[in-house]
Every structure is written in structure tokens, then in C-alpha cells.
């Protein structure tokens, strides 16, 4: 089966403790996503990543971190630093296209709570 | 600054009601118009937008797009309950950018 999978399914961290959200895919995809949600707002991009070793920063990347050892792999770590992370996280792929048009597909998501 | 306003925010329907669910943007660089639907966890795709005035159709669900007033709209027709999700709207321009979202409400 062909997807995207993000662990864990929620996640409780207490104030000051560096956490990471992991995400995989299988979809043989260039590019990958981190967006957070938050109740009845839309997504922002953390960060984006269109090639192995290569990242950019998105909208809201102050207190995120991640990186891109692996084609499938891109993991997020949530620091200290971020203020208000408690949120829904969720990781997406897509191919790269010069044409800028592109879907992209979603993991099912991390709910991170700090407690 | 590029935004994508969607429009209502909330809708609260009966089983069998036709509804429309639209979707305007400012976003330099147009490349793509992108309908989800969000139920519980990840978004999945309905339908990917270029040309003016082309309906997309999916079963109950159609889409167009207008790149003269720069919108889109979303139609659902004979409602059901399995509709009730977020309908979430993104343009792209080499990133997508993202609409708050339309959290739809079908009442039995």
C-alpha cells in the first residue's frame, strides 16, 4: 500500500521538552510538507523539502526544526522555543513539477498537546 | 500579500439540499486551483483546477473555476450526512496556499 504514515497519533509534551513527529512515505514523492492546523483555521506551512538534504523555511517555521537524510523520510522536532505548539500536525508529499501544479497527498496526522 | 478567502465559513444543511461552497483568491503566479475534503484527520483531494469555465464532476460534486474574478465554487448536490466534513480550498503557485476552510453541516 502506497501512503504517507506520521507518528504517534497524539503526543503530550510537557513545557520545555523538544519533540519529534515523524513522517514517512512510500510514494516514491520529491517533495515533502509539515503544516500546522489549528481549530478553524486553515493550514500554514512550517516547512518544505524538494530534495534529499535540502529545506526551506515556510510561513511559521520560528521554534521548528527538521531535516532530510532520506527520500522517505521527514521528520519534524518541535522545540522549546516554539510558544503555543499545541496543535494539529500534519505531513504531505507531492511530486515536483515545473508546472507548479501538483497535489499533494496527506499522512493522517499528529495532535500534539503540551501540558 | 497572496490570499485564498473561503466563503461561508460554517453551513449547517438537511439531507438533500443542493449547497455552494466558494472559494476567491489574490495569488500571484496562478498555476492551480485545489479542492479537500477534510473529515477527522488528513485532507484528501476532490479536484485540481487550471482552465476557466471547464466543470470537474465527481459523482454529487462539481467544481469550476473563474480566472477572470479570480474564484472558484464547489456544488454538492442530494446532500448526505457523509458530506458533513471541512472543505478545504488551495491555490498554487509553485506552494499551495490555503483557505481557512467551509466546515459543512449535514442534518439528517
Known amino acids: 500500500d502506497g501512503g504517507i504514515t506520521q507518528s504517534p497519533k497524539y503526543l503530550f509534551r510537557k513545557e520545555g521538552q523538544n519533540v519529534t513527529l515523524s513522517c514517512e512515505q512510500n510514494l516514491n514523492h520529491d517533495a515533502m510538507y509539515w503544516y500546522r492546523q489549528d481549530p478553524g483555521q486553515g493550514l500554514r506551512l512550517i516547512y518544505y523539502s524538494q530534495i534529499v538534504n535540502d529545506f526551506q523555511k515556510g510561513d511559521i517555521a520560528e521554534g521548528y526544526s527538521v531535516s532530510r537524510e532520506k527520500k522517505e523520510s521527514f521528520p519534524l522536532t518541535v522545540t522549546s522555543a516554539q510558544k503555543n505548539p499545541t496543535a494539529f500536525y500534519l505531513c504531505?508529499?507531492?511530486?515536483?513539477?515545473?508546472?507548479?501544479?501538483?497535489?499533494?497527498?496527506f499522512g493522517p496526522g499528529t495532535r500534539l498537546t503540551v501540558l | 500579500e497572496d490570499k485564498v478567502v473561503q466563503s461561508p465559513l460554517s453551513l449547517v444543511v438537511h439531507e438533500g439540499d443542493t449547497v455552494t461552497l466558494n472559494c476567491s483568491y489574490e495569488?500571484?503566479?496562478?498555476?492551480?486551483l485545489l479542492w479537500y475534503k477534510q473529515e477527522k484527520k488528513a485532507p484528501t483531494f476532490l479536484f485540481m483546477l487550471?482552465?476557466s469555465g471547464i466543470e470537474k464532476k465527481s459523482g454529487r460534486l462539481s467544481s469550476i473555476l473563474d480566472k477572470k474574478e479570480l474564484f472558484s465554487i464547489l456544488n454538492i448536490t442530494a446532500t448526505q450526512t457523509g458530506d458533513s466534513a471541512v472543505y478545504l480550498c488551495?491555490?498554487?503557485?509553485?506552494?499551495?496556499?490555503w483557505g481557512a476552510g467551509t466546515k459543512l453541516i449535514i442534518k439528517p
Open positions: 504531505a508529499s507531492s511530486i515536483v513539477s515545473g508546472q507548479g501544479a501538483y497535489e499533494q497527498f
Open positions: 488551495a491555490v498554487s503557485n509553485y506552494q499551495l496556499i
Open positions: 495569488v500571484t503566479n496562478f498555476r492551480s
Open positions: 487550471t482552465s
